[in-house]
């Protein structure tokens, strides 16, 4: 199994404009989740989707943010337009329920810089 | 609702002493929880997990943690360090509401080995 695939790895942007970050989660996995992590916040989850359908959206910070799940091997977060203020290391995680106790898988991570 | 607190922030030992990363959980429910540790630029990756069996659970690379109910603890244990061991490490409680399936993460430890 090749894991939790995210692209790119490294993404550099320029303030206001529109970044797309990527997820592959685990073949079988009914949740997918997506992290922000920062020296200041530490680690927050963004968005979590079971199914393929959203299920708790709270820890989106702004409506620049949006995620999709078109269907079960595929995820994007959108940040739209992008500022300084939103340079992190973005993770995608998935599980499924029947696992031993929600254990998730994580990615390598994005690092996107806004410059 | 469920919380982890970790007591430190950053711990340091020299190389081939023990190891003791603190963590104290909060929970309506029987909780599961997991200790994830995180290498340099790289992603999470699970150490171990407690779900209810045994209370002392046996992780990779020789850590150790024991679930104390009367305690609210889940510390992390490793008699001896390796400088490989140097990493930020994440105590992560699952929450078990109805539907749900995500983790609480703590704010983690960041562990320095000294040669």
């Known amino acids: 199994d090749a894991g939790v695939i995210q692209s790119p790895r490294h993404e550099v942007t320029e303030m206001g404009q529109e970044v797309t970050l990527r997820c592959k989660p685990i073949s079988g996995h009914d949740y997918l989740f997506w992290y922000r992590q920062t020296m200041m916040r530490g680690l927050e989850l963004l968005i979590y989707f079971n199914n393929n359908v959203p299920i708790d959206d709270s820890g989106m910070p702004e409506d620049r943010f949006s995620a999709k799940m078109p269907n079960a091997s595929f995820s994007t977060l959108k940040i739209q337009p992008s500022e300084p203020r939103d340079s992190a290391v973005y993770f995608c995680a998935s599980s499924w329920l029947a696992s031993s106790y929600n254990e998730q898988f994580f990615g390598p991570g994005t690092r996107l810089t806004v410059l | 609702a469920q919380s982890v607190t970790q007591l430190d922030s950053h711990v340091s030992v020299s190389e081939g002493t023990p190891v003791l990363l603190r963590c104290n959980y909060s929970?309506?429910?029987?909780?599961?929880l997991f200790w994830y540790v995180q290498h340099p630029n790289k992603g999470l990756q699970l150490l171990l997990k407690y779900t209810s069996a045994a209370t002392l659970v046996k992780g990779i690379n020789g850590f150790e943690a024991e679930f104390k109910k009367s305690e609210t603890s889940f510390h992390l244990t490793k008699p001896s360090a390796h400088m490989s061991d140097a990493a930020e490490y994440f105590c992560?409680?699952?929450?078990?509401?109805?539907?749900?399936?995500?983790?609480?993460f703590g704010t983690g430890t960041r562990l320095t080995v000294i040669p």
């Open positions: 929970s309506s429910y029987s909780p599961s």
């Open positions: 992560v409680v699952s929450d078990h509401r109805a539907g749900a399936n995500n983790l609480f």
